[in-house]
């Protein structure tokens, strides 16, 4: 599938915003003020919307995680 190739490449797609392996080690980690600045770095968004999408990426991952 797209995503599954996606993921080979280094990136993830989430609420059609394509963002690097780089953004998800740092949420992984807890560095939400790192994810958000790589986010805003790879898209252009502005602080709030990238903070908000970074929040809602997050919450995304744990119940993944919570699934496993």
Do not use: P
Request: glycine share 2%; hydrophobic share 35%.
């Amino acid at each position: 599938s797209r995503d599954a190739m996606q993921r080979l490449m280094g990136k993830e797609r989430f609420q059609n915003v394509e963002v690097s392996d780089v953004v998800r080690n740092y949420i992984l980690r807890d560095q939400k003020i790192y994810a958000i600045k790589q986010v805003r770095e790879e898209t252009h968004m502005g602080l709030k919307e990238a903070k908000d999408w970074v929040e809602a990426y997050q919450l995304h991952l744990e119940r993944q995680n919570d699934r496993i």
